[in-house]
């Protein structure tokens, strides 16, 4: 059974940096894509960055420059290097996984597996 668990979200004042982490288990693939999504209340669920099992990286518009995504295989665990936060950062980031390459990322269909959520709150 896989499970995504995310931990690292918190408050933080604009200007600062936050890292996400994303401890994945049961998720053994060889090929695969882990992404970061984010949503605020009402909105879509917006891919923010992903990475491929050969180490191609992907990141949306908004966020080229200012995050990185990264992972250590040997932990398993995925993450998320934000910095130059805004208030508009703030909502919640969730991390998705899938046996599958990252063709289309972006879509929240694209991925088999979610973690539950961690709240990022910048403010100004």
């Known amino acids: 059974q896989v499970q995504l668990v995310e931990s690292g979200g918190g408050s933080v004042q604009a200007g600062g940096s936050l890292r996400l982490s994303c401890a994945a288990s049961g998720f053994t693939y060889s090929v695969y894509c882990m992404g970061w999504f984010r949503q605020a209340p009402g909105k879509e669920r917006e891919g923010v960055a992903a990475?491929?099992?050969?180490?191609?990286?992907s990141y949306a518009d908004s966020v080229k420059g200012r995050f990185t995504i990264s992972r250590d295989k040997a932990k398993n665990t995925l993450f998320l290097q934000m910095n130059s936060l805004s208030p508009d950062d703030t909502t919640m980031y969730y991390c998705?996984?899938?046996?599958?390459?990252?063709?289309?990322?972006?879509?929240?269909?694209?991925?088999?597996?979610w973690g539950q959520g961690t709240q990022v709150t910048v403010s100004s």
């Open positions: 998705a996984a899938d046996a599958n390459w990252c063709d289309n990322w972006a879509k929240r269909g694209h991925f088999s597996y």
């Open positions: 990475i491929d099992s050969d180490g191609r990286l």
